[in-house]
């Protein structure tokens, strides 16, 4: 069969490159988080796949494809673009933009907060609960679905929750609550 005629396949042929969303579930997103989604969607369509589309069609008219680098390359870099494309745009039209700085002052925990606790060991941390989209868990932020987030939301300052860990139930005592000032994009004391 020729070769142009058969389906081009990648062993990193997955759609989603961010974890999936919970069934039924909602895709909070905050309106930096968008922004920065959107950014790079644009950025996509706009700036890199014109300028890999360029360079595919000028290997394509050097003649032989097979053997092409320049050609073959080019066209797996489209596929991957594309199919972030499709990823952005599919997570974009679901997102549920929702403003942190609503609740600036408050000492509840709330999507968006950046909120310090302290364990049973007496190890403090703090971590920004985001969207699934948005989430950099190097960064000190957490997945508003994470099992840590899970059980801060709706905390208040000076309340205990319990986590459910491998090891066994751990007591995380709330410490502080911040969120974005109206405007910012990072929370603040």
């Known amino acids: ?13 997955d759609d989603l490159a961010l974890p999936p969303l ?8 905050t309106p930096a988080g968008y922004a920065r989604l959107r950014g790079e969607l644009l950025n996509l369509m706009d700036v890199e796949r014109p300028k890999i589309v360029d360079v595919v069609h ?21 596929r991957e673009i594309d199919r972030r494309i499709r990823f952005l745009t599919q997570r974009l039209e679901i997102a549920e933009i929702t403003d942190p700085s609503i609740h600036h002052g408050k000492n509840q925990v709330f999507f ?10 007496a190890t403090e941390r703090s971590v920004t ?5 948005e ?36 007591v995380l005592s709330v410490i502080s609550v911040n969120y ?9 004391d």
């Open 58 to 78: 000028w290997a394509a008219s050097n003649g032989d494809r097979s053997e092409n680098g320049d050609y073959l390359y080019g066209k797996k870099r489209l």
């Open 135 to 170: 989430a950099d868990t190097l960064a000190g932020q957490v997945s508003w679905v994470s099992p840590v987030a899970r059980v801060l939301l709706k905390a208040r300052v000076g309340d205990e929750v319990s986590l459910q860990t491998p090891e066994g139930v751990r």
């Open 112 to 121: 968006g907060c950046t909120v310090t606790y302290e364990d049973d060991v």
């Open 180 to 188: 974005p000032t109206p405007g910012a994009t990072t929370p603040t």
């Open 1 to 13: 069969m020729n070769k142009a005629f058969t389906k081009e396949t990648d062993s990193d042929d």
């Open 129 to 133: 609960i985001l969207g699934i989209d």
């Open 22 to 29: 919970l069934q039924g579930g909602k895709n909070y997103i």
